[in-house]
């Protein structure tokens, strides 16, 4: 029995770091990026947000793609070496979480069709702005955000 319910929810602007890598892993490195940056400066803590995205998507006939990680920061955090500061403006998203264990590269594609699904199947229609996984502290996604229009 599927137990997974999809909300929809409104995700406020919010002041982020972001890390991003390109390459045929860009999330593991990435991710070194962000918690090398977040960690020392006490940012990876519980209750932070963590986002991420292809940035760009993976292309027919290239092990390549980028994948960029945002954290979510107050005032007077500053940028640094690779890590840039951004003000994502939030918007109303449709919210799948999910238990991606096991073949990240069966399980996570999944996730997003079934959001996909639920999306075609409803009154909403598909927006403009991010698409976004939240991740855990460790870096491991739990939550799917299928932007919408408003």
Known sequence: MNTEI????KLEPMRVACAWAFGPNPEEL???KLSGFAGPRGLLVPGCRIFGFNQPNPSAGSPNYGYEFWITVGAEVAPAEDIRLFEAPGGLYAVLQSDVAGDFN???PA???RLDSWVAASSYRH???QWLEEHTITGTPFAFYYPLAE
């Open 6 to 9: 999809i909300e929809v929810v």
């Open 30 to 32: 990435a991710w070194q």
């Open 106 to 108: 069966a399980t996570i």
């Open 111 to 113: 996730a997003w069709q």
């Open 127 to 129: 927006g403009g702005h």
